[in-house]
């Protein structure tokens, strides 16, 4: 998606290729002179994923009266900003990282807070319906309150961020038989425990582990920009990641050495350098990299390269 800096849609190119990707969506514009907003359309592991930024006053959906256009459900991941999502009289507040399922056969509205970014997963809907048998299909947040949701952003977040294997991306309808699989455990799990939405600390902590996750490649991902990101203050934000023996900082060098680590075992990419696949991950100095990356993984990167490679060889 481009950055924001660079959108140039104006609202009525905007509304048309929201349309074009997502479907017969209507919305109005806080002001048009104002608007800021961009649509573009990609295929991770044969699932279609729309990227939505927009700071519109309101986003509608009516009751499709066209079959083609109830043909998904929208998976819907909050990148940016927050924003309210309401279908079937149940309003759902959504902070970064956070993702909701939603059922494109039913109306629904959207309120950005000012800019957000959406990604929507378009599964199709007839597969989720059978999942879910005689019951309609839930409007829901998704939670890491079990083992299925768990595998369900870890898989996501991994989609967001980059692109996946190349036997994943060739299994078409594998990657999207996975999540939707998943949906009625984590529904039952969420319906049985609804006190996880009260668990006010513990979802704010997974909401942003996940935004982390998706914005690695990001240089500026920091404390400030995660505290600005998610209305509290550094303190409240080291405080947080104190309740888990952790420290924000610690943790994202830690989930971005991960990512380098998987790429340089990876004999799909042996042709990359190591300062490349560093410097995609967040990393901007190539000795600092070195240092962090023999420290948490008891080898150099080129060392660690060699002997994965051996072993997948």
């Known amino acids: 998606m481009q950055s924001t800096d660079t959108m140039t849609l104006s609202f009525d190119a905007w509304l048309s290729a929201l349309r074009d990707v997502c479907g017969n969506f209507d919305s109005i514009p806080l002001d048009r002179q104002s608007f800021r907003g ?9 699932i279609e994923i729309a990227d939505i930024t927009t700071n519109a006053e309101r986003v509608v959906r009516s009751r499709p009266h066209q079959h083609d256009d109830d043909r998904h ?10 924003a309210t999502l309401v ?15 939603m059922d494109s056969a039913r109306a629904c509205e959207i309120f950005p807070h000012g800019l957000i970014e959406h990604e929507s997963f378009h599964l199709p809907r007839g ?25 369900m952003q870890l898989i996501v977040n991994r989609m967001v961020s980059g692109p996946l294997a190349a036997d994943a991306q060739e299994q078409e309808s594998g990657v999207a038989n996975s999540l939707i699989a998943l949906l009625p455990a ?22 942003i582990q996940q ?24 303190r409240q934000l080291y405080r947080l990641f104190e309740r888990h023996d952790e420290t924000v900082c610690r943790y994202v060098q830690r989930r971005r050495l991960a990512r380098c680590g998987e790429e340089l075992a990876n004999p799909m990419l042996a042709d990359r350098s190591i ?6 991950w967040g990393f901007t100095d190539s000795a600092h990299f070195s240092r962090a990356f ?18 997948a060889a």
């Open 38 to 46: 961009d649509v573009s359309r990609r295929s991770v592991g044969g």
């Open 73 to 82: 459900c929208f998976l819907i991941v909050q990148k940016q900003g927050h």
């Open 87 to 101: 279908q079937n009289g149940v309003s759902i507040a959504m902070r970064p990282g956070e993702m909701l399922l």
């Open 127 to 151: 597969e989720v319906a059978r999942q879910f048998g005689r019951q309609p299909v839930p409007f829901m947040k998704i939670v890491a309150g079990c083992t299925s949701g768990q595998i």
């Open 186 to 207: 984590i529904y039952q799990h969420q319906a049985a425990t609804p006190s996880l939405f009260d668990q006010a600390g513990s979802t704010l902590y997974l909401c």
């Open 211 to 234: 935004f982390i996750d998706q914005h690695l490649h990001e240089d500026e991902l920091g404390p400030e920009r995660l505290a600005s990101q998610f209305h509290v203050s550094i």
């Open 275 to 280: 300062t490349q696949i560093a410097y995609k």
């Open 294 to 311: 023999k420290r948490e993984f008891s080898s150099s990167p080129r060392d660690y390269r060699r002997s994965q490679l051996a072993k």
